[in-house]
């Protein structure tokens, strides 16, 4: 257990026993050997129009059905769910889709919906790093309706459906959504940035893996214009890990604007395979609007301390009263590839330097002494809530035990 000595000593305050932060039930588990994941998001510029989404999952890495409602007043009340399917049998494999929810381009109105969809001959989750798509649909009016479906594609001739990006072909490798939180940035002159993650080939064309942990990334960003109802997409160089100090290179990247017009690209690390490796949240920085980026260094607080992060996604957060937070795990000790991901904290960024503000950082849950050390506090998604201005934190308190998956899908309302 993770007392409050230990939190402190971390530098992290219990905020989650004080009163600022409130936590309840979004959407309820089914039974023994589901867990529910939910999240809301809203579909205008302004106003309290919402969808949420709600996916059930029972096993790593798939989605065995998701369902979706829609709210007219701020999330208060939802409308029946109706259900999306995540799954299809078909004659080559199993259909698999991951699902990434809405995100309104603040520059247009519009809501943009992206997903993952690939073809798993076994259906096994590993097979979609050689045969993932990322598609996406553009809503004009709140997620109503929709203009078609599109793949996303680097807008030169020679990509195509088999081809979409530098470096990727389908069935050798593919390019990837992260988590929820790898959520889209508009920049002033309307450019949309997109982050995602690669699997890189080696020079003979298979899966790259020099770090030797359960995967291996590379990190992108896509630049995206508007053409129309669709988005020209270009692809930004890779963001490579060092092999030696990331065993699964730099995956699941979240993006933010600092001042002098320079961008923040936060990502998860991993140790996994070599626990000896400090465990560490990595950073790196554009200075020209996301096509080129600086090599990735452990992200640090704002004074030059390391401090020790799992292998887990995070999410920057942009708020309307000029604050930059962080949301992901910072653990007293160094964790060992995922685990633990708890306890799982909110900072705020330094806009001049992207690093962490330590006497910022606390803690918003944590593992309880009746919880199994195996509890989970990640794959989470969080917004600003437009009426209290409180931040809203989307996250399962989710146990993948052996005997079957449990977890409540949990609305956190965290005071700033």
Excluded at 16 to 23: H, Q, Y
Excluded at 296 to 320: D, I, R, V
Excluded at 346 to 366: K, P, Y
Aim: net charge positive; hydrophobic share 35%.
């Amino acid at each position: 257990m993770i007392t409050r000595r230990k939190l402190l000593c971390a530098g992290l305050a219990p905020a989650f026993a004080s009163g600022a932060v409130r936590r309840e039930v979004f959407l309820r588990s089914p039974g023994q050997g589901t867990a529910v994941m939910a999240s809301a998001w809203y579909t205008r510029r302004a106003g309290g129009e919402m969808m949420s989404i709600e996916e059930r999952w029972s096993r790593s890495d798939t989605i065995d059905v998701a369902y979706y409602r829609r709210s007219a007043d701020y999330g208060r009340t939802w409308s029946a769910p109706v259900e999306r399917a995540t799954g299809e049998r078909r004659p080559d494999g199993m259909l698999r889709r991951h699902l990434r929810g809405g995100w309104v381009d603040p520059s247009t109105d519009r809501l943009l919906e992206f997903w993952l969809e690939g073809i798993l001959p076994s259906d096994d989750p590993l097979e979609g790093l050689r045969r993932w798509s990322i598609l996406y649909t553009v809503s004009t009016d709140g997620g109503r309706s929709h203009h078609g479906i599109e793949p996303v594609i680097h807008k030169d001739r020679e990509y195509d459906a088999d081809h979409p990006l530098p470096g990727v072909w389908r069935g050798k490798n593919a390019a990837m959504l992260g988590d929820h939180t790898s959520q889209p940035l508009t920049l002033g002159d309307g450019t949309i940035l997109l982050p995602v993650q690669v699997s890189p080939l080696d020079a003979e064309g298979k899966l790259y893996n020099p770090g030797g942990g359960y995967t291996y990334h590379d990190s992108v960003v896509l630049v995206g214009r508007w053409k129309g109802m669709r988005i020209e997409w270009e692809a930004s160089e890779a963001v490579r890990g060092d092999p030696e100090r990331t065993t699964r290179g730099v995956v699941e990247p979240t993006l933010a604007r600092l001042t002098r017009n320079r961008l923040l690209m936060v990502m998860r690390g991993s140790n996994d395979a070599k626990p000896a490796l400090p465990g560490y949240r990595w950073v790196s920085y554009s200075n020209d609007g996301g096509r080129r980026w600086s090599t990735p260094a452990p992200w640090t607080y704002s004074n030059g301390e390391a401090f020790f992060s799992p292998s887990a996604c995070s999410q920057l957060l942009h708020h309307s009263k000029g604050k930059l937070y962080w949301l992901g795990n910072v653990t007293p000790v160094n964790p060992r590839g995922n685990r633990p991901r708890y306890p799982f904290v909110i900072g705020e960024v330094d806009q001049d330097t992207g690093l962490l503000i330590r006497n910022s950082v606390r803690a918003v849950d944590d593992k309880g002494p009746d919880d199994d050390p195996l509890l989970t506090l990640s794959n989470f998604y969080a917004r600003e809530d437009r009426e209290t201005k409180g931040i809203a934190l989307h996250m399962t308190r989710l146990f993948a035990l052996p005997g079957g998956w449990r977890g409540d899908a949990t609305l956190y309302t965290i005071d700033v």
